[in-house]
């Protein structure tokens, strides 16, 4: 659009953009994934951006106003088209990434499940459900992470999704795909869905049971045809170690937005299954296949985890699925509360890390793999060949 349209158009905050107060301002756009840092200036203009004035009573910065109309921040409309355009409260560290556990129901029995064998399997209320969902994105929430279990399990699934629908988040659907058919892709309104996919028709079947892998294939092809965006995570285990290629092949076919590539935590089911687990040096190689991912800011001087927790289907919440026996709190209860509970580590209290060249990098790697809380990442240590 060039400069003279947007000076007498009504310019609009884009339904997909949302300003986000997280230690500095943000613009997130969440259709696309993507975080704009914005100084103060930015951040007023484009709360005035509110469909009711023209570009030229808002401001004279043509290079900035264009930049924002081309990502799709604004939009620029020709008559007023009023919204409101919110901003929350500065929070720091911000909760960024909300793990909401529906469910721990599962069809399958995947020999590395972290949650274990449980005896009950419990269901989030859909009132604490939508409550807590709320309370995330009015603390500047940006990617909410529907998992399970199988969150397509979660009776109350279809209600969750239209009541959550609105609010300024990118929902990210995380399933196993074997459930997934034309019906309930109707009630998916979700930005993504990410599939679990641990091998190919060998390595997958092996570590989820046997079919498996056909079924997930089923569930992938069925949400490419509804024009659903898919990613995929896989974890690095003894018997999907030769069919990395063929599993890059086929992200390339099927156009994933992201490749989560990582190794096994020995937690939960896995503890049992050893034969699974391979060693840091045969991991670090296969990471590299992984891609994708959106930036969405980065916290100097402190470890992995500073703005993520995982709220289980009991209400407890945790800083992540890993640690499940040391809540803080019932989210139920209050969201917010949970948050200011969680402990986060200072990179400076890494004794072995601290002075390490990449340290800022990889951030001392994940703290549930370390052998103790201060410990190094032995797999992030391999990684970037320290």
Not at 45 to 69: H, K, N, P, W
Not at 266 to 280: E, K
Not at 351 to 369: A, K, L, N, Y
Request: charged share 25%.
């Amino acid at each position: 659009m060039s400069r003279i349209n947007w000076e007498n158009a009504y310019l609009r905050l884009n339904p997909e953009a949302a300003l986000k107060n997280l230690e500095t301002p943000f613009v997130y756009h969440i259709g696309r994934d993507e975080l704009y840092e914005i100084d103060e200036t930015a951040a007023q203009f484009l709360q005035a951006c509110d469909g009711t004035q023209i570009g030229r009573a808002l401001t004279s910065e043509a290079e900035f106003v264009e930049f924002c109309l081309e990502e799709g921040i604004l939009e620029a409309k020709e008559n007023p088209d009023p919204i409101d355009v919110y901003m929350c409260q500065r929070i720091e560290p911000s909760l960024r990434y909300l793990e909401l556990q529906l469910t721990h129901q599962c069809n399958l029995h995947c020999a590395h499940c972290y949650l274990g064998e449980h005896a009950e399997a419990p269901s989030l209320s859909l009132t604490d459900a939508v409550r807590i969902t709320r309370e995330f994105a009015a603390m500047g929430g940006l990617r909410l992470l529907i998992s399970g279990g199988e969150p397509l399990l979660y009776g109350e699934l279809e209600s969750y999704l239209r009541q959550i629908s609105g609010l300024p988040v990118r929902r990210v659907l995380f399933t196993n795909g074997t459930l997934i058919n034309t019906e309930n892709m109707k009630i998916a309104d979700v930005h993504e869905i990410q599939f679990s996919l641990d091998g190919w028709t060998e390595g997958h079947d092996r570590l989820r049971g046997k079919g498996a892998f056909a079924r997930t294939m089923e569930g992938v092809r069925i949400a490419r045809d509804c024009g659903m965006p898919i990613s995929f995570a896989t974890m690095i285990h003894r018997y999907n170690q030769h069919e990395f290629d063929l599993m890059a092949a086929f992200m390339e076919d099927v156009g994933a937005v992201e490749w989560g590539v990582d190794a096994l935590c020995r937690a939960g089911s896995l503890v049992r299954h050893d034969d699974y687990l391979v060693s840091d040096e045969e991991c670090v190689p296969l990471m590299a296949y992984g891609f994708g991912g959106g930036y969405h800011g980065a916290s100097e001087g402190w470890a992995c985890g500073r703005h993520l927790m995982t709220v289980m289907p009991d209400g407890r919440a945790a800083k992540c699925g890993f640690y499940m026996d040391s809540p803080v709190g019932n989210a139920g209860s209050g969201l917010r509360k949970c948050w200011e509970k969680i402990g986060h580590t200072r990179l400076a209290d890494l004794v072995e890390c601290r002075h390490c060249p990449v340290v800022e990098d990889c951030r001392g790697g994940c703290r549930f793999r370390a052998s103790d809380p201060l410990s190094p990442d032995p797999v992030m240590c391999r990684l970037y060949d320290i």
